[in-house]
């Protein structure tokens, strides 16, 4: 073997890289469109949006399918077709006194409730930012407590509370303000019963409004508001020129859920009145129920429904308008 034969046979030498910036760069790893591409944002709400398409979307066309079909026991059991007749449910539920009477009282109700709700909420709010952090803080868990109660419970302390027996309600009015109230029935009079499921729905509402607005006036710059007192505004001027600019967004944003929500309201007058309501006491939700299960006739009842959503897709649009506004602000 030769002297050449060896250095052919040895180990491979690496060749020399080229400098830095000769040549072609290397290239970048591939970004998959999936992964970390456009398509990603769509990707991660894909399962959030099957979810609410499942939950809300497809009841929502069932209810528009049932309100221009006339849906019997029969056919709801038993799957067989069921006779289209377009406009006539509307019809009927729009030609009756009673949908105006129960409508008149749903949109009186909510409005008291909601008037009710948010100047409570807003005292309170304005009371905790003047509270010591101790008493603020056993405050906001009180308030996250009586939020945190099921319905069930919260509606059984009022059915209590409005006992006409062993009621606190009545013992205070008879034993310490003198007032004839030993035996009263609250709910015989249905303006007095809606005082009392109108106190169930605005304790529930409450706390969330006012651990908001309260979040809401943190934001408020202290210093504005010195400004504004030592230029001679009063508490009023203060927070008429200061503090409302400031919480008005987040004020209209959670009065307008509250609309939404006191309109709705089912399960308070529901369980208030033993699951059976009086006809007086219906708001547009148990009328509805009313109409589809206790007289069977779901189609007349997913009328309802569907005027129901009408009637409040304004607004839940002026509500989204509100959110756009507040990420544009932010």
Request: glycine share 8%.
């Amino acid at each position: 073997m030769s002297a050449a034969d060896i250095k052919t046979a040895g180990p491979e030498v690496p060749a020399p890289r080229p400098p830095a910036g000769d040549g072609p760069a290397p290239s970048a790893p591939r970004r998959s469109r999936w992964t970390n591409g456009p398509l990603l944002p769509y990707l991660l709400i894909a399962p959030a949006a099957v979810a609410l398409a499942a939950v809300f979307l497809w009841p929502l066309i069932k209810t528009v399918i049932m309100s221009f079909q006339d849906v019997g026991r029969r056919e709801l059991w038993t799957g067989q077709a069921a006779e289209w007749v377009g406009l006539e449910q509307f019809t009927n539920i729009l030609g009756e006194g009673e949908f105006y009477d129960v409508l008149w009282r749903t949109v009186l109700f909510m409005v008291v409730c909601v008037v009710t709700t948010m100047a409570i909420g807003l005292f309170l709010a304005h009371s905790m930012q003047r509270m010591t952090k101790a008493v603020r803080l056993l405050l906001t868990g009180a308030l996250i407590a009586a939020w945190s109660l099921p319905l069930l419970v919260a509606t059984s302390i009022f059915r209590w509370f409005a006992d006409s027996d062993y009621g606190v309600a009545n013992m205070v009015l008879t034993e310490y303000l003198g007032l004839d109230f030993q035996g009263h029935n609250w709910f015989l009079d249905p303006k007095q019963g809606f005082v009392v499921i109108g106190a169930v729905v605005v304790w529930g509402a409450v706390p969330f409004v006012a651990v908001t607005l309260y979040a809401a006036l943190t934001q408020v710059p202290a210093e504005l508001e010195e400004a504004a007192e030592l230029d001679g505004a009063g508490r009023v001027g203060v927070f008429r020129y200061v503090t409302w600019p400031v919480i008005k967004p987040v004020f209209q944003m959670v009065a307008t859920l509250s609309v939404i929500w006191d309109f709705n309201v089912f399960g308070q007058v529901f369980l208030m009145r033993g699951n059976k309501p009086e006809p007086e006491y219906n708001l547009l939700g148990l009328y509805s129920y009313e109409k589809a299960f206790e007289s069977n006739s779901f189609s007349q009842g997913a009328a309802i429904a569907l005027i129901t959503v009408l009637l409040l897709s304004g607004v839940a649009v002026y509500y989204l308008r509100q959110l756009i506004k507040i990420g544009d602000v932010e």
